[in-house]
Structures are given as C-alpha cells and as structure tokens.
C-alpha cells in the first residue's frame, strides 16, 4: 500500500512538473501584460476632471474622442466625411475613424451594456490604449518564440515591457492615438505571415497540385496564408498607411524567391503564400474604400492596387523561375533579371501612371527611407529624423537595440552552424532592417521598432545560450552541471539586455515606471480649453451667422457623404476659424467650430500665407480666394501676385474665415514652422532690412540699424502684439490670460570689437521674438555677447473677429495743408487683467479736406449670438476721438455702432476746428488716460523660462542656427 502511493505521489508530482515545465510561461506572460497595463495607467487620475470634460494628453487625441463619439451615435459605422474641419471644403479623415475607434466603442457598448453613457465612453476610451499595449505582448511573445523557444518569447516581452521611448509614451493613458494599434495589429500580421511561410515551407504546395486541384494537401498552407492575409488587412483598417507594410511584404518575397531559386528550392512554396495573403488583402482592402484617388492616408485605390501588384508579382516571379529553368540559364543570373524587371515597372509606371508612382516613391522615401523628405513634413515634430540616431536608440531601448543587431547577424548564420534556414528568418531580417530605416527617417517610428527589437533579441538570446551550452531548463533541475563561464556569460547578457532599461538602473526619469507617473494632458490642450468654450458659447453657431438660420444643416454627429471633388458646400452663414494647423482638432473638438487648417496638415499652406502676410490687403485677398474656391498660392507655395488675386475675388462669396485666434507660441517659437509652408521663409522675416553687411554695427547703433523687421508688418505680429492697431477688418473679442510670456529681441555681439556679431555671408546674427522668461532675460542683458533690441509680453491666446468695418466720414472746411492726416483712437476694454489698450487708425486727407477711416470696434454691444453675431468681451470704453492734423487741427467724437461695423456702414461726423485751450484739455485728459491703463504694460514674472513644447517642429525658442548662439549668451551671462 505504501510503496502504491509513493508510486502515486511520484506520479503526481513528475505531472505536475511536466505541466508547469509546458505551461509555466502561461503565468509569467500574464504578469508581464499586467506590468505593461499599470506602469501606462498610474497618472489616470490626471484625465479626470471634476466636471467631466476631456482631457487628453496629445492633439491628435482630440479628435479621437471625436470619431470615438460619432462612432458611438452611428454604431457601428465611422465617420466618412467631416464638414467640421477643413474649412470651406470639409476633410476624408482617412486613418482617423477606422478599426481602432470601433474597438474602442464596441467595449465601451459591452461596459454600457448596449448604452454607454459619456463617462463610460471616456473611461473605455482612456484605459483601452493601455490595455492594447498589454496585447501586443501576446504576438511578441509568439514571435519570439519562434525565434528562440519559450525562454526567447518571455525575454522578449521582458523587452517590450521595459521599453521607455516612443511605444510607451505613445500607449500610455490619455494617449487615445491609433499608434498602439498600429503596433498591435503589425505584430499580429508579421507573426500570422511567419506561420503561414513555416506551414508552406513544410506541406510545400506547388503549381502542380493546384492545377490537379489537390486541395487536401493544400488546404493547410491555404488557409493560413488567408489568415496572414486578413491579419494584414486588418493592420490596414487600423492605419491605411499601413501599405507600408505591404511595401515591407514585397521587398521579402522578392529576396526570397531569388534566395529559393539559387539555393535550388522551388520558389512556387513562397509564391503560393505571397499570391494568396496578398490576394486576400487585395479583395479586404478594396471592401474598404471609400474615397476616390491614391493617397496614402486614405481608404482609396492604393491599398487593394499595391496588395494585388504584389500578389501577381508573386505569381509572376515563380513562373518566370520555371521558364528560366526550362531554358538552362544559370540561376545566379535569376535576382539580376528580377532587379532589372522591377526597375522597369517602376520607369513604365513612372510614364503611364505618374500620379501612383509620385504616390508610391513619395510614401518610399517619406516614411521608409530617410532621403529627400519636403520641407513642410520637417516641421512636424514627430515626422523629423533622429539629431543623433545613436543617442537615440540608446535612449528608447538601451544596449537591446545593438544586441538585435548582434541577433539578425546570428540568424544568418544559423546554417553555417548546421541548422535549417527558414524563410521567416528572411522575412524578420527585411522586416527589422525597415523599421530601423523608418526610425531614422521619422522619430515617431521608433514605435515600430520596438517590435524588433524585442522580437529579434529572442534569437540574440538563444543563439547565444546554444552557442556556450547554456541548457537554461537542464541547469534549473541540475545546478552542477553549470560552469562558471556560463553563469558569466548568462550575467552579462541580462545586463546587457534589460540593466539600461531597469528603474534602478535607468536615468533619473528614464524608466517605464518614471515616465508613467509624469504623463499628465496636454499643456496645449488645457490652455486653449478656455478660448474655445468661450468661442462656443460667444459666437453663432456655423450656419447662423449674420442671422442666416441654417445650423441645422451642420450636425456635429451628422453623416456626410464623400462630396464630389471633395469640396463640400456649406450653406449660408457657416464659417471657418483661422488659426495654425496644431489647433484645428481643438477648435473643432472644444470649441465646436470649423477650423480652417488642421493637424492633418490640410490647409497649412493657406493658413501660413495668412499669416506671415505683410499687409492687411494682402491677407484680405487670400481669404477671399479661399472663399471662391480658388488657391491664392502658386506652384511653389508662394503668394500669387495682387493683380492675380484681386482677379480670384468672387463678390458676395458666402464661405467666409470669420475668426482669427493666435496664441503665443505662433507669435514665438512656432514662427518658424508657420514661414516654412509658404514663401518667402522664416529667414525673410528675421533679417533687418537695407543694412548693409559690409558696414558693421556698433552696439549703440543697434536699436537704429536692427529695430525694425519684416516680421512686425506680419498678421501674426501685427493681431497678437498690436491689438489690430492700424487694421480695419480686424477686432479683438477675447483675449485667453491664462499665462502671460515674455519675448525678446537681441543681436549677438562680438565682445571684442563691442560689434554686432555677422554670419559666414556677412549678415548680422539677430535672434527676433524669442520666447523667455524673467531669468532668461536678465541673462542677456547681462551679458556681453547680447545687446537687447525689444522686449515685450503678451498673453496666452487672442480671439478677433473678422468683419466689415465702420467707415467714419469727415470733412474739414479750412485749409489743412500737406500731408495732413486724420485719426481715430478708441479706449478699448481687453476683458483680461492687462486692463485697457488703445486702438488707433490713421489715414491721409485729401486735398479737399476729406477723409475715410474704417474701423472694427464698436462703441455698443447691440448684436449678439441670437443675432447671429458675437458677444464680444471686449468693450469700448468711450467713444472714438477723431483727430485732424494740418495746419489747422481739428477734433470731433463720435459713437459707432455695432450694425455699421458687421456690415460696412458709413458713420459721418462733423468736426470742429480745435483751440489751444481744447489741446491742452485733450493733452491733460490723455495724461489721465495713460495712468489708467498702465495696465497694458504688463508684467512678465509670470513667463515660463522654457515654453511648453508644441505639435510644431518651430517650438524651439529659436531657430535652429541661432540656439547655440543662445547658449553662449547664457553661458555667458552665468
């Protein structure tokens, strides 16, 4: 009986440790998804807000929440088009919209059961980025393990989850982008794509038992090449840039159907995997258009037109190995055909189908290859290349980027160490070389490479455990059999791995578990948050200005068909906002308005000429060429010339700009960015006109010879710094005080000659309007090197108005004598702590005593939304002043109300001729007048020195070439 139940217990225990020795990295899997899920979800706290409003932490989050909610109103569909951005055309939203939005709501409906309220909605939103970034574990692990057995995949997913750089800070909660689906989705692809290789690798299908109709034999490497086909198809619905990675798919059936055919194994194997995968993404992809053309952002042609190139080249290359068989010709010769044949398709495809082709290379060398990207795309902070690709890497992965490297070299070798080579061995190599190639060309790709990274440090791990005899399982039952070199060699490769990564190890902050806790909404987000309630509650509705009547033709959660030529027609009264394209899903998403240009980079180029205009009659032309529909840019993005713009005007046109918002970063650190869309460039701004660069400057000539730039005359500088002084379209409505920041100007100087320092063409080196605090200044007035040109404050963000203008009339019965001028000035109220400012107009007088001023403030707030017009929260103080000065000066005020101003009526007065009693009355009630609104010389203690970062590359406080020059000064000053 004894002896029985040892017999039992003995059994019992070898089957519970046979068990655990299959399954035990079921456990440890789980505990890495549970890892990855916290350290994302520790600052969810910070995205709740006590009334319930959102707060995201990145712009393109914004308008998420957006598809998010229009996919919950009209579940289980997604918006196809939105007439709520992209103003006066509307905008395809392409990848925003997809698969991922519907995701989100079908778990947030699972939660509501069938009725999610907003709040539910918002949470399911917020926690389901982390919970895919828990996910894509799972196919990481699986990879791996293909590559390096069960301890390979969990080292893997270990990677994955210690990973700090762009996966993490993209996947974290408030983040709810499309990126981590991205990921998800990709991996599941290349992982579906290595069993389907593998599966025909081993059951070998060939041409001639799909002629014989063999499918019993072919029904397994059928069915999962359909499943790596629909993986890929679902990568896609995710992001229709995912064609990338049918890009990615051709360029490895290519090499190995060369490689198959020179080593002397049928290429119909691989062929037959590649025909049917990409067959079936071809037939998936074509279900989802919905959009004409071929862009690569769009659910268009592309897709289905790329997956079945790819397919039949698949097709194509097996047959032409069979005739190049048929007739001897030497098999090394085979790739050297195969190259030559591609270059031809893409010179014939070059010739008849330009528009696929500009398409396609545009794509190749945007995202995939880090060679000619434009200009514009150099502005977007996250579509800029690595400044140091080393410095970088390290950074988002430690030394685990350079052991997969170590790892790819390994898998190569396999067959020098008598193992079998298998294509998904190819298949990784092609794979990770594009992802390292995309994370050089764009830093938000790093996203990408995280995957193989982990994924090919599995094989680094086990190549190496196999290389020195390192059996991990057999020395966990026998710890006599392990040498000392093994467990030194075993120590350093954790270190090497996962030490750089490790929160005990990792730079201060540099953790998953640091940057985790720091994640917080976006500083952007929060302080445009203000204006746009405020533009939603003070302005009509779009279809109600002017009284017009027709919001209800503009459903915030309405469907809207793909319009023809993709320009909608919006109704009467419906009206965009200005502003630069960071904050067009802020406007359209707080503030409930149709912005003009939008993170998608739609209209930046109209939105740029706008505002870098130099003139008010310049900026007046481009919007009114927007409103007929017609480009007020040429070829080359340069503003056409007047009389062709003049010639664009279509009279009574109705889809007006009629807002204009600014806020302190376009007039600072984003300037940059904005010049870059448009001509002539940021450097035209920046540079002193008529100095000439063989004189040089002494420093007490530097206000003289340097004080005025071509920046000052700009729309920007001339709404956010000047109140629209001198405009007469133009008036502030609200003004967002919710920070107040510095600028300055400087020229830096040499210390030695006390002479404005110049550049290799001798032109002085000027910073203009950089963004800085209190300390940042009085370091360079301090210093030596700098010789301050202008300081000024502003505030966080400007609301104006575009209207028609008040035109006050006069006329003088005496003599004024040449170049007499009239001017009204009107005490205005900002509605902000700054107090009062004054707005001023002045116009010459024609040699008959007569004069026209057009102004833009009321002297009443008569209209209002119910009207059809704006509450405005600025308000006149008094009534306008209206002076002439000549040889005999004379004086009138007068009222201006609000009907004149929305709609251009004429407002007459009569003046009279002033004493010298009335000048000094005027002298002593101007006195008064200042003393009463010092406050728009505002303080600037409550300027950050850093500003927040921004969506734009142009955040940085300068340009480029100029930063180390605003090192030395603060080096320097210190």
Known sequence: MSTETERTEERTGSSVLGSWAKWYYVPVLGVAMLFIFWTRIQSYGAFVTEDGTPALAGVDSWYHWRTVQWTAENYPFTMPYDIWTGFPSGSYVGQFGTLFDQLIVTAAMIVGLGDPSQSTLYAVSLLSVPAMAALVAIPVFYAGRRLGGTVG??????????????????????????????????????????????????????????????????RSPAVYAALAGIALTLYIWIWPSGVVLIGIFAVFFAVQLCLDYVRGVSPDHVAFVGAVALGVTAIGTALLIEAPGTSVTSFGSLQPATAALVAVGCLFMAWLARRWNARGFDRRLYPVAILGLVLAAFAAMWLV????????????????????????????????????????????????????????????????????????????????????????????????????????????VADVVRLFDLDLQRSARSLRGIETYQVIILLVVVLLLFAPLLPVVAADGGSVIDRGQATGPHPDAMTWEASNDWLESNTPEPGNYGGADNASELEYSGTYDYPEGGDFDYPAGAYGVMSWWDYGHLITTQGERIPHANPFQQNAETASAFLTAESEREAELILENVAAGESPLDDGDNVRPTEELEAGVEENATEQMRYVMIDDQMAGGKFSAIATWSGPGYGHYVTPQNVDATEPIDRDEVDERLGSVPYDDTMISRLYFDDAAGLEHYRLVHENDARTVGFVSYALMNPETDQVATDQNGQPQVVVNRMAGSQTISQIEASPNAEIIDQRTGSAVKTYERVEGATITGSVDGPVGENATATAELEVDSGADRGTFTYEQEVEVDENGSFELTVPYATDDELGVEDGYTDSSVEAVENYTVTVDGDTDYRAETAVPETAVVEGDAVEIDLQETTLEDESASGDDAEANGNETAGDETADEGASDEPATNESAGASEEPAENESDAARVAQAAD
């Open 153 to 218: 995949g969990l080292v893997a997913v270990v990677v994955l989850a210690l990973a700090p750089g762009q996966f993490f800070v993209r996947s974290t909660v408030g983040q709810l982008d499309h990126h981590v689906g991205e990921v998800l989705f990709m991996a599941i692809a290349v992982l579906a794509m290595m069993v389907a290789l593998r599966v025909a690798e081993r059951d070998q299908p060939i041409y001639e038992l799909v002629a014989d109709g063999d499918w019993d034999t072919l």
């Open 353 to 460: 189908l330009p528009d696929f082709y500009t398409t396609l290379v545009g794509n190749l060398t945007g995202r995939l290859l880090p060679f000619n990207q434009d200009a514009g795309t150099l502005t977007i902070q996250e579509a800029q290349p690595p400044e140091n690709f080393a410095d970088h890497v390290f950074g988002e992965f430690g030394t685990a980027f350079y052991t997969m490297l170590v790892g790819l070299v390994l898998l190569l070798a396999r067959p020098l160490f008598g193992r079998e080579y298998r294509a998904e061995y190819t298949l990784i190599l092609v794979w990770s070389l594009f992802l390292i190639s995309m994370a050089a060309t764009q830093v938000r790709f790093s996203y990408y490479l995280v995957l193989a990274v982990a994924v090919v440090n599995a094989a680094f």
